[in-house]
């Protein structure tokens, strides 16, 4: 007897556990303002990555095409995985010396890792990181990229 | 309750060997069990690991101390704070680099909180590996606020590389505060809705309790170590013993259970969910001003001779052990990985029981494969 009255309360309380669960969820069901999901294609415009994601690396150029980097290969030596190639050139300064200047800093997108070393080793502050996220391309050599606009000079006033 | 059961080997040709993996869904990985079958039962089993092996202690030997750092956030990413925090903790005391409190107080709290996403991904997880589809979601919603707050200070959501010897690579974010102050008090509301979809679910309960009962002393012998362990009663908490960062100056309890069944390997993560939202409320109004890093020197060089650094990962304890020459870079690198280790004892717990038992053993261990294959 025991035995069977036991056995209704187990189907019971089993019964119980599982609607006290599915009332959570029904709980939800009619409470779309707790709804959290994005939808990603349709709110590209509007979607607005945090100030510090790394989505790649960039070398900021201002209005005149200019930017900070004095190819001293700094972030080459720190970076862990080769991702950065820089190749310098030298230039005549105004006043007749030898300087070296960058030629191309190349940037692998394939192989970054977002450490962030470089960025944050660079002397003159030449790097910084871009919100892109969407990485995807058809052809593998287009993540290989040239940092420096082409024609771009050193900012003045950077050593 | 499920009674273990006795295997009468009959017939030796009635043996079943079929491969679990590589890439079974309920591993999160690729570790591939083969696995011997009796029929439903679970003869033995042996791990067949390596699949994600990318050689990290060797690479280790040819980079330097700062590039370590993210590498480790590649072992086991769940706990990616905590590996980074391992290696940075390692080099100063080598150096004896003395860090401001400010620093201490940052990577605690942010320590809890890879922790706290770390147990909700478990959570969602294993509840999913058991049947039951709504937990993941509930769990990856809650864990999506964490790492917001992640991306906002350091840039990466799960691979944050936020440590860096001396420091931490930017302070934190005017939001910050406010930010996590907010979800400790939101996720405290959502807790019992935790409890009422899974901890109380009758199913749940049938089929964890007495499941695969890890005994404190196999936990000893085998060299388990964090929330599984703790559920077998063996007291093991490197944040309580061997205090680091600025654990010695919250209170907090070590979450243990003396069961040491799937079912308390589950309530003790849930459990220190609980804690960590404690550690972090004592600490997130007080943090100290101060520079969020100390100026280190260029190139890091260890003094000649062996390092031992020990954490306390969401998964159990993190050994980093390091040979140093003078160089920059280390002679030798050694990690100990919690998830490796605690993989060994899948075998012995579960022989005899059913094949679907060990996909919920397997979940409770909470293994990351490219932890033990690192
Ligand atoms: S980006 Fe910075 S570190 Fe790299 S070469 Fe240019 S100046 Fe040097
Ligand atoms: S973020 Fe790291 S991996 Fe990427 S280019 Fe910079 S240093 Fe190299």
Redesign the pocket.
């Known amino acids: 007897m025991s035995n069977i009255s036991e056995y209704f309360k187990d189907v019971f309380n089993g019964v119980l556990s599982l609607l006290k669960g599915m009332r959570v969820t029904a709980g939800y069901f009619f409470k779309p303002s707790a709804i959290v999901t994005q939808k990603y294609p349709e709110n590209r415009k509007n979607l607005v990555m945090f100030e510090r994601f790394k989505g790649e690396v960039v070398?900021p150029h201002n209005e005149n095409n200019e930017h900070?980097?004095?190819?001293?290969?700094?972030?080459?030596i720190n970076c862990p995985n080769g991702t950065i190639e820089?190749i310098p050139k030298s230039i005549i300064t105004e006043d007749g010396k030898k300087k070296r200047a960058?030629d191309k800093?190349i940037y692998r997108l394939g192989m970054c890792t977002f450490c962030a070393l470089?960025v944050k080793?660079?002397?003159?502050n030449?790097?910084a990181f871009s919100q892109k996220f969407e990485h995807a391309v058809f052809d593998r050599a287009s993540l290989t990229k040239q940092l420096n606009k082409p024609g771009s000079q050193l900012m003045k006033g950077v050593e | 309750m499920e009674e273990k059961v006795e295997i009468i080997a009959t017939d030796e040709k009635q043996e079943f060997i079929i491969n679990m993996g590589p890439q079974h869904p309920s591993t999160h990985g690729v570790l591939r069990l083969v696995v011997s079958l009796q029929g439903e039962m679970v003869k033995s089993l042996q791990p067949h690991i390596g699949y994600i092996h990318r050689g990290i202690e060797k690479m280790c030997e040819s980079i330097t101390y700062p590039q370590i750092i993210h590498l480790t956030d590649r072992m086991d990413y769940l706990s990616a704070h905590q590996n980074n925090e391992a290696v940075c903790l390692l080099v100063e005391k080598a150096l004896e680099v003395d860090i401001s409190d400010r620093i201490k107080y940052i990577r605690t709290i942010m320590s809890e909180l890879s922790r706290l996403q770390s147990h909700q991904l478990f959570w969602a997880t294993f509840g999913m590996d058991l049947g039951g589809q709504t937990c993941y979601f509930y769990g990856l919603r809650d864990r999506e606020m964490i790492l917001d707050i992640f991306e906002e200070t350091t840039g990466g959501r799960m691979l944050v590389s936020y440590n860096c010897p001396g420091g931490v690579m930017y302070d934190l974010h005017p939001d910050f505060q406010k930010k996590v102050k907010d979800y400790i008090k939101y996720f405290r509301k959502k807790l019992p809705e935790y409890d009422a979809i899974l901890t109380g679910n009758v199913i749940f309960r049938e089929r964890t309790t007495g499941i695969g009962t890890l005994s404190l002393q196999d936990a000893i012998s085998f060299g388990i170590t964090g929330p599984s362990a703790r559920a077998s009663g063996l007291s093991c908490d490197i944040r309580k013993h061997e205090p680091y960062s600025a654990y010695d100056r919250v209170k907090f309890n070590e979450v243990l259970f003396t069961e040491g069944d799937t079912c308390a390997r589950y309530l003790a993560r849930v459990e220190e969910m609980r804690e960590s939202l404690n550690i972090i409320e004592q600490l997130i109004d007080n943090i100290p001003e101060g520079p969020y890093a100390v100026k280190m020197k260029p190139v890091i060089k260890l003094p000649e001779g062996d390092y031992f650094q020990r954490v306390e990962t969401a998964r159990g304890e993190l050994g980093v052990y390091v040979i140093s020459d003078g160089n920059k870079n280390p002679f030798r690198m050694k990690f100990r990985s919690p998830n490796f280790v605690n993989l060994g004892v899948l075998n012995h717990l579960a022989k005899g029981f059913k094949i679907a038992d060990l996909i919920a053993i397997s979940g409770s261990l909470d293994l990351i494969i490219p932890d033990i294959d690192r």
């Open positions: 070398m900070k980097c004095t190819g001293c290969g700094i972030c080459e820089v960058i800093h470089c080793t660079c002397p003159s030449a790097l």
